[in-house]
């Protein structure tokens, strides 16, 4: 039972780059989320989802963009990426437990982005 | 829109002293969800614990324990008798219903000092 996994772990991107950051949970989780963690800011959520083939934006969705095509899968795109996109970028996911019910999440371990 | 403050970024105390972190929220929700979260210097976030706003109830585990009071819309957080390894980062955090919406405080920096 691996958890969260996150693909990659690191990156180095110039400016006007395009990745994708694969995220993974073998938990059966319905939600999951893409957070950005920049110093003395704390978590900002980017987007989410509660199921497949739905997603929802978050606090900072500007530049990014995600897919939930299978359950266990969540990627985060960065289509032109830019200078201000260094951070580092933390998945999670949630079970659900009972309607309505928001339950702890389980992180994955994170992946450095660096934008030149 | 909802909202985490967590006023102290820093806090250093000595091994087996007490100490108290504070977290204030906002939400016009009637159902929502508080966490507190560790993120230890390895860099990985682990939970901790997890309310509803309509469990009042303080809670107690091992030398951990939190104070939630929605008079005041606070959700603090005591560790009592520190220890070196509770060294970390400590995030407050606010959920809506449903998994929507999860809005994380900056943090509070916690040195434990030997």
């Known amino acids: 039972n691996a958890g969260v996994t996150q693909t990659p772990k690191f990156r180095v991107l110039k400016t006007g780059q395009s990745m994708t950051l694969l995220c993974a949970q073998d938990?059966?989780?319905?939600?999951m989320y893409w957070y950005r963690q920049d110093p003395g800011m704390g978590l900002r959520l980017i987007h989410y989802?509660?199921?497949?083939?739905?997603?929802a934006k978050g606090e900072v969705p500007d530049g990014y963009n995600v897919s939930r095509l299978k359950k266990q899968n969540f990627l985060l795109g960065l289509e032109s990426a830019a200078p201000s996109q260094t951070s580092v970028y933390f998945c999670?996911?949630?079970?659900?437990?009972?309607?309505?019910?928001?339950?702890?999440?389980?992180f994955g371990p994170g992946t450095r982005l660096t934008v030149l | 829109a909802q909202k985490v403050t967590q006023a102290q970024t820093e806090i250093s105390v000595v091994e087996k002293e007490d100490v108290t972190l504070d977290c204030v929220y906002e939400?016009?929700?009637?159902?929502?969800?508080l966490f507190w979260y560790k993120q230890p210097p390895s860099g990985e976030l682990v939970f901790l614990i997890r309310?509803?706003?309509?469990?009042?109830q303080n809670e107690i585990s091992g030398r951990y324990s939190w104070n939630f009071q929605k008079s005041t819309s606070s959700f603090n957080f005591t560790i009592t008798a520190s220890q070196v390894v509770d060294s970390a980062v400590y995030f407050c955090?606010?959920?809506?219903?449903?998994?929507?919406?999860?809005?994380f405080g900056p943090g509070t920096r916690l040195s434990v000092l030997p």
């Open positions: 989802s509660v199921g497949e083939g739905t997603t």
């Open positions: 939400t016009r929700d009637t159902t929502y969800y």
């Open positions: 999670a996911s949630s079970r659900l437990e009972t309607e309505s019910q928001t339950n702890e999440q389980f």
């Open positions: 938990m059966n989780h319905e939600y």
């Open positions: 955090a606010l959920s809506e219903a449903y998994g929507q919406n999860f809005v």
């Open positions: 309310r509803n706003s309509f469990d009042e």
